[in-house]
């Protein structure tokens, strides 16, 4: 039995509102990221083509979730 121990409903849904709480977190400091920037980041990457930009910007949001999930993991 105690390998189904997640499908208790306070274990679900207590991993589901981490979760939420998480993705909303890294969304705003991908915000925040995006508005300190002086350039569009959007419109560099993808018009302008800018692959460095894109590499930075990747491994911004990789070390954003890596402290989302360890903050919220504990």
């Known amino acids: ?5 997640w499908l208790k409903p ?10 939420l709480i998480g993705v909303l977190v890294f969304l705003i400091c991908f915000v925040i990221v995006d508005k300190l920037t002086p350039y569009q ?3 560099q990457i993808v018009e302008e083509k800018n692959v460095a ?6 491994s ?3 070390a954003i ?3 989302v ?3 919220i993991h504990g």
């Open 69 to 71: 999930a360890a903050a």
């Open 10 to 19: 306070g274990v679900f849904f207590g991993s589901m509102l981490y979760a």
């Open 41 to 43: 980041l959007w419109h």
């Open 53 to 58: 930009l894109a590499i930075v910007v990747g």
């Open 1 to 5: 039995m105690a390998g189904i121990e």
């Open 65 to 67: 979730g890596l402290i």
């Open 60 to 62: 911004i949001a990789i």
